[in-house]
């Protein structure tokens, strides 16, 4: 049950501790009470906002500080810190100027008084910190400037032992030294410090000069040594000598006085590094003597096996110096026995393998007859083994790259092409080059290897086309009949399909072929643009090439059966650069198989011609109906001049050499005279008499043809006999 209680009223009061009786006898008492409350709090606000005000005065007076730190600091650095004077008289303006006015700013944005005296007294600790700083800047400057004036002199003492390092410059420098000092206004302590340090600095100069000078003053302290030292692996080899030599070195013994004050008065740590720190220049300067000599002799040793001599003989000293005396005078004797047989490397070298035979057969005997010692054995046997080297490698060069080993054996000259009459000379030699060569090691030579046929297409690309094809031209005309055919066989052999067309069509002397090697050089500098304009228009570069491709192959594909000179992959080039040529002169506007079939014989110079099983192709603008008369009366005459009457002209067949020059086959074999030469008909030199000859032969067998075939006819015999016309 819940407890009734009667006594308790219904309702709280409102405030417990309030007594409505007493309340009733003083009515002013409540207030009273929230008079005081509002002092109490407007004294709380007062104090805030003094706190306030003195926490925004501090907190601009730690900026402002640093800002003028930063500026002080800016300002000397802009004057010689070097200069007590101008450190004094800059330092102090700047400070009663700018710094002072800067802070006299900030105290009378200080509202407060009592705030505004508090931070005036730590200005004025402020500005007088930056007068101490400039002051002791000041003092450093004094400082640094004595040193800097004990520096010189020591630096100018030092100086004078390059000329004399004897200790009695030393004493001498000593006493000079000392005296400046002494006489600096400095402590006895700071003066004693600095002369220790100046004598130290005159003690490290004379044994650097005295080292320089005259090294064996510490000969007792040091030892030449020879690392990495071997076994050479081939004792007649100049490279194998030196590279086994090894390397010599100086190194610090034992540490000991010696007679040079310097030196006995440095700390034994300290001298000991000091002479480690000056060998190890000596060792880096004789590791890179070592090394330049080393490239020096690879070197010769490369000349000596190709012949040549160097200009200068080695030096001994140097030699001795740098390998030691044994193994120098090892390297020196056997440098000049290869300079003294480097004739008959040179010789070696030339000669072809029946030569050299007889040559190495005849050094054989030579060494055999002779009395030698073991030295001269093994100076025969390092002869025998150069040569023999010599000769091998020598042949395996002129099989690389002829032209390169002409050149390099002096037989040629290189490439000259600036003028025509520098082409017509390096032409006119590499004809008689790759004759001589033909005829005494049995191998055939371009007239131009790699590396010179780069440089042909770079003119041919920077230079306009009609000076390169005159170029060509004017170079021709000065050759002799025999170096000119050759010249022109070796462009068509040029590996550069473009520069092999060029120079091949500009040989022609015709105003069509000039036509032709203009467009194709047009090509050639024009052709990623003419590819660029092609592909948008949905002609891929592999589709032009199969365009001309298939068109070749119609056309003039049987030139390509008999034909073991020509190229079938340098015509396609041509015929794709001569049509991209017309393409940027804006003749054609695209590459279709009406357009390659309408410009095959502008770049072919004619069409095929049969006969009998091969097919050639007729010089340029030459009628088939001449050019077989010529063909015939040419074959006529070169058969009876190869003594071959057996042979019927009639029944020959050819390959084409170029230039207008056949090879005479029969049943596609060559044939050859009786001093073993193929026969060639050159349809550009048949005589009139020749060509009047073989037209009328021409004639007769066409009628004595007529009359066959009407007999055959009359009678019923099928004719089944081949008779050419």
Do not use: C
């Amino acid at each position: 049950m819940v407890e009734l209680n009667i006594k308790k009223p219904l309702i709280d009061p409102v405030a417990p501790d309030k007594d409505a009786v007493r309340d009733a006898v003083n009515p002013l008492k409540g207030l009273q009470d929230v008079s005081n409350s509002l002092s109490q709090l407007a004294k709380e606000f007062e104090d805030l906002q003094q706190a306030t005000a003195y926490a925004d005065a501090s907190t601009k007076y730690v900026l402002i500080s640093a800002e003028a730190q930063t500026e002080f600091m800016n300002h000397l650095n802009t004057i010689d810190t070097t200069d007590p004077k101008q450190i004094g008289d800059h330092g102090k303006k700047f400070i009663n100027g700018h710094l002072n006015q800067k802070y006299t700013k900030f105290l009378e944005g200080i509202p407060n008084r009592q705030i505004r005296q508090h931070f005036t007294t730590n200005v004025s600790h402020a500005l007088l910190n930056f007068h101490k700083d400039a002051l002791t800047m000041q003092i450093g400057a004094v400082s640094l400037a004595q040193d800097d004036n004990i520096n010189k002199v020591v630096n100018s003492l030092s100086d004078g032992f390059k000329r004399d390092a004897s200790n009695a410059n030393l004493a001498s420098s000593k006493e000079k030294i000392s005296s400046q000092i002494w006489s600096l206004p400095l402590s006895p302590l700071d003066k004693q410090k600095k002369i220790n340090h100046a004598f130290n600095s005159l003690y490290r100069e004379q044994v650097i000069q005295q080292y320089r000078k005259s090294p064996e003053v510490f000969g007792n302290a040091l030892s030449a040594v020879y690392k990495g030292q071997s076994t050479p692996s081939d004792n007649g080899s100049l490279s194998a000598l030196v590279e086994s030599s090894g390397t010599r070195e100086i190194q610090v013994e034992d540490d000991q006085n010696i007679k040079l004050e310097g030196w006995n008065n440095l700390d034994p740590t300290e001298r000991r590094a000091l002479l480690n720190h000056l060998v190890s220049e000596d060792n880096k300067a004789n590791s890179k003597k070592r090394t330049d000599m080393n490239a020096v002799i690879k070197t010769r040793d490369s000349m000596y096996k190709q012949g040549k001599r160097p200009d200068e003989k080695l030096s001994l000293e140097d030699l001795t110096n740098i390998y030691g005396v044994e193994k120098g005078f090892e390297i020196r004797d056997l440098d000049e026995f290869k300079y003294n047989i480097t004739p008959d490397v040179a010789k070696v070298r030339l000669m072809n393998e029946t030569d050299y035979a007889h040559f190495k057969e005849k050094a054989n005997s030579d060494i055999v007859n002779a009395d030698l010692s073991v030295g001269g054995l093994f100076k025969a046997q390092t002869y025998l083994n150069d040569i023999d080297k010599a000769h091998i490698n020598s042949m395996k060069e002129l099989r690389e790259d002829p032209i390169k080993w002409g050149i390099e054996n002096k037989q040629i000259d290189p490439l000259k092409f600036d003028t025509p009459e520098n082409l017509a000379i390096s032409l006119s030699q590499r004809s008689t080059f790759a004759k001589k060569v033909e005829k005494e090691h049995g191998l055939s030579s371009p007239f131009f290897n790699a590396g010179e046929e780069k440089l042909l297409r770079d003119q041919l690309v920077r230079k306009p086309s009609y000076e390169t094809i005159k170029m060509y031209q004017n170079a021709l005309r000065t050759l002799s009949d025999e170096d000119k055919d050759k010249a022109i066989t070796g462009f068509s052999k040029i590996q550069d399909k473009a520069v092999s067309n060029v120079a091949t069509l500009s040989s022609e002397f015709s105003t069509e072929a000039e036509t032709v090697a203009n467009y194709i050089i047009l090509g050639v500098k024009h052709r990623k643009d003419v590819e660029a304009v092609l592909t948008p228009k949905g002609q891929s570069i592999a589709d032009v090439k199969d365009t001309v491709t298939v068109a070749i192959q119609n056309m003039f594909g049987k030139l390509y059966i008999n034909n073991d000179d020509a190229n079938f992959n340098k015509d396609v080039e041509a015929m794709t650069l001569y049509l991209y040529g017309k393409h940027h002169a804006g003749e054609i506007s695209s590459i279709t198989k009406s357009t390659v079939n309408d410009n095959l014989k502008a770049v072919y110079g004619n069409e095929p011609t049969y006969i009998k099983d091969s097919t050639v192709l007729a010089p340029r603008g030459m009628k088939h109906r001449d050019f077989k008369d010529r063909l015939y009366g040419g074959t006529m005459e070169e058969v009876k001049k190869a003594g071959l009457n057996t042979i019927n002209a009639h029944m020959a067949n050819y390959r084409m050499l170029g230039s207008g020059k056949y090879q005479v086959l029969r049943h596609n074999n060559p044939i050859f005279s009786d001093k073993g030469e193929p026969v060639v008909v050159d349809v550009h030199k048949i005589t009139l008499d020749q060509l009047r000859k073989a037209r009328e032969e021409r004639e007769e067998r066409k009628q004595y043809k007529k009359l066959v075939n009407t007999t055959i006819h009359n009678i019923g015999i099928p004719d089944t006999r081949d008779i050419i016309d």
